[in-house]
T-cell receptor, first 113, second 113 residues
Framework: DGGITQSPKYLFRKEGQNVTLSCEQN?????MYWYRQDPGQGLRLIYY???????QKGDIAEGYSVSREKKESFPLTVTSAQKNPTAFYLC????????????FGEGSRLTVL | GQQLNQSPQSMFIQEGEDVSMNCTSS?????WLWYKQEPGEGPVLLIA?????ELTSNGRLTAQFGITRKDSFLNISASIPSDVGIYFC?????????????FGSGTRLLVRP
């Protein structure tokens, strides 16, 4: 079945450690996105990529990094520079063009101890 | 930046009741999207609206694109326990080809059996 796979589902990290969240899609979508969700809030955009080997910062990119070496993969690294990394992270993808709406993965919950 | 204001923030209703929620913006949108998120999962697209005045249904759900293009409404008829979740409105800012969706803060729906 086509879809977006995020892993791990749950992750615990000590302060000062970098951690990488995986996002893989087999929908042949061009664009991929990373959002952060905090309790009781909407989704905020971290990074997005419209084509391979290109990506742009979203509204809250500080302390995060991404890469887009393959069309189907868009990993997110939460670095030690991110001041408050505990959150629910959501990856999404879409086909470019009108009517190509965002499809989301099931999310990864990161907890910093 | 642009914001989407959703109301109400939460609703606790009896099974069988109808539900109405809305989303407003200070600026015009050309697309309105409604997503549902269940606990610990990623949002799932319910309805997409592309034209002012458009009224679209998906089962017991009906959404409308406001004629001013600054608001949208979602109605759920005859609610059932599986309607529980957070409902988000979202839309891409006009003229933004990268499709960086802006999300409302959500309406949390609880249904009492």
């Amino acid at each position: 079945d086509g879809g977006i796979t995020q892993s791990p589902k749950y992750l615990f990290r000590k302060e000062g450690q970098n951690v990488t969240l995986s996002c893989e899609q087999n929908l042949n979508h061009d664009a991929m996105y990373w959002y952060r969700q905090d309790p009781g809030q909407g989704l905020r955009l971290i990074y997005y990529s419209q084509i391979v080997n290109d990506f742009q910062k979203g509204d809250i990119a500080e302390g995060y990094s991404v890469s887009r070496e393959k069309k189907e993969s868009f990993p997110l690294t939460v670095t030690s520079a991110q001041k408050n990394p505990t959150a629910f992270y959501l990856c999404a993808s879409r086909n470019r063009g009108r009517g190509g709406e965002l499809f989301f993965g099931e999310g990864s919950r990161l907890t910093v101890l | 930046g642009q914001q989407l204001n959703q109301s109400p923030q939460s609703m606790f209703i009896q099974e069988g009741e109808d539900v109405s929620m809305n989303c407003t913006s200070s600026s015009i949108f050309n697309t309105w999207l409604w997503y549902k998120q269940e606990p610990g999962e990623g949002p799932v697209l319910l309805i997409a609206l592309y034209k002012a005045g458009e009224l679209t249904s998906n089962g017991r759900l009906t959404a409308q694109f406001g004629i001013t293009r600054k608001d949208s409404f979602l109605n759920i008829s005859a609610s059932i326990p599986s309607d529980v979740g957070i409902y988000f409105c979202a839309g891409p800012p006009p003229g933004d080809s990268s499709y960086k969706l802006i999300f409302g803060s959500g309406t949390r729906l609880l249904v009492r059996p």
